[in-house]
């Protein structure tokens, strides 16, 4: 740990001495990434996903999940994020998972990423419009903001009530 700044754990890694080592420096871990495509995931396996997930932040004493939306469904690039249909299908596993999370304690949060369906502000608020804001936040990365050509300081402002975690590059 020492001088490190940032750390990446798979999901599948053994948490427990990472957890104790943590819990003996005073820290926390800040999020807990959501595994998978969740475009192509049917709603059965998006429940297997978030079981998995709630089990690895509660037992990290972690709180937040981020999720990103790529315009994929892994099988096919561009599949989504080209129609309102895929915006309401995306919305509605948001909130499934997010449901799911919320009523562990666990709060979800969508990462605005630059080629994801997050990329643009209309499309962040298309999802946000969409989605119980009990169950879905975002995860706000400046850094993708100005690679997406947004002004982040606008981003923030505009969603500053759903914004629950925060990426500053």
Known sequence: FGAVEGVRLESDAD????????????LKLAAVDFP?????MDD?????????TAEL??????DTVVTMLPRSDGKKNHS????SEHYDTASAKLNLIGGMLYDKGLKL???????????????MEILMNGTNEKFVGICFDTAHAVCAGHDPLYSAEKFKERIRHLHVK
């Not at 059965?44 to 998995?52: A, F, I």
């Not at 949060?109 to 499309?123: F, G």
């Open 15 to 26: 948490w427990s001495d990472c957890r104790e080592k943590m819990r003996e420096l005073g």
């Open 36 to 40: 998978g495509m969740i475009m192509g």
């Open 44 to 52: 059965n396996e998006l429940r297997d996903s978030v079981k998995k």
């Open 57 to 62: 932040a509660t037992s990290c004493d972690c």
């Open 80 to 83: 989504f994020g080209t129609c």
């Open 109 to 123: 949060c969508v990462h605005n990423h630059i080629d994801h369906m997050t990329e643009s502000v209309e499309e």
